[in-house]
């Protein structure tokens, strides 16, 4: 019995490592900030509990419902197109008839290696109607293409600038997919007679599911942390870009901008809930059996 319990406790000194960054990095945060949002900060008494009641303000605020609502909007139209954007080029890479495969496997994910805040700096000022590339094509050319950074086009440019930094790592996870599945699989479909978009919706497709789920999953989770791009060009589009754009923008303001520590808190705490809700469902659909 003693050397049974000595080999139970075994398991536990290898994963107690873990468990300690993890209850410190992830939980404790956690926690800590949902204690915040029981508490409001008053001119009068100080920091006083006060139950749900930030969490009923950030159900009644317009500005969280039209952050929400804008990133809501971003995941719908750009998840999509990112995601098929980088399907296709896997599948492309994947089928062998494409000339100098290595060079645009690298060529595609190179953009992943930028950092954000560079990729957003390099972008806007391309951006840029007065002193950047579009500035230039219609100085040079004399058109009247649009200015990427005004209040209509922002969310576009910004949907842009994710697309193009994250095409490359969704099509690494894809091709990696693609790679697993069987040679034999394909030689077998070819004697039957089927050709190439035959071979992709019956063996490809329904092959790589799993890596599709996981993907979607992870560009929904991005989708509702929008920030770094939005914080980054609100300095080049003050006017487009305000203090509640997307819901983390939002929450970064009014803790480091407004000292609203407590309501930060809260909408940080509403948006993991929202965030955690949506993953699940997409997690469900995904691998539920057709």
Request: without cysteine; glycine residues 8%; aromatic residues 14%.
């Amino acid at each position: 019995m003693a050397t049974r319990g000595r080999r139970s406790w075994a398991g536990w000194q290898f994963v107690a490592p873990f468990m300690a960054v993890f209850a410190l990095v992830f939980l404790a945060p956690i926690a800590y900030s949902i204690h915040l949002s029981l508490f409001k900060n008053r001119l009068i008494g100080g920091n006083s509990f006060v139950g749900l009641d930030n969490y009923r303000q950030a159900l009644d605020d317009p500005k969280f419902w039209s952050a929400l609502g804008r990133v809501s909007v971003f995941l719908v139209v750009q998840v999509p197109i990112m995601l098929f954007l980088a399907l296709l080029v896997a599948l492309a890479i994947d089928s062998g008839r494409l000339y100098g495969k290595s060079f645009f496997r690298v060529s595609i994910f190179l953009p992943y290696a930028v950092p954000a805040v560079v990729a957003t700096l390099m972008w806007g000022f391309m951006y840029g109607s007065r002193f950047g590339l579009i500035g230039n094509i219609n100085d040079a050319l004399g058109t009247g293409l649009p200015d990427p950074l005004q209040p209509s086009w922002v969310l576009a440019s910004i949907g842009n600038i994710v697309t193009w930094e994250f095409v490359g790592y969704n099509m690494l996870i894809f091709y990696s997919a693609l790679r697993t599945v069987p040679g034999t699989l394909y030689e077998q479909a070819e004697i039957d007679g089927a050709g190439e978009l035959r071979i992709i919706r019956a063996i490809k497709l329904p092959a790589i599911r799993g890596a599709l789920v996981v993907a979607t999953i992870f560009s929904v989770i991005g989708s509702f942390q929008l920030f770094n791009e939005p914080s980054i060009l609100r300095n080049l589009a003050p006017n487009a870009i305000t203090t509640y754009f997307t819901p983390n923008l939002y929450a970064y303001s009014l803790s480091f901008s407004g000292q609203q520590y407590n309501y930060s808190a809260t909408v940080a705490i509403v948006m993991g809930a929202i965030t955690m809700v949506i993953a699940y469902v997409v997690q469900l659909r995904g691998t539920k059996e057709r």
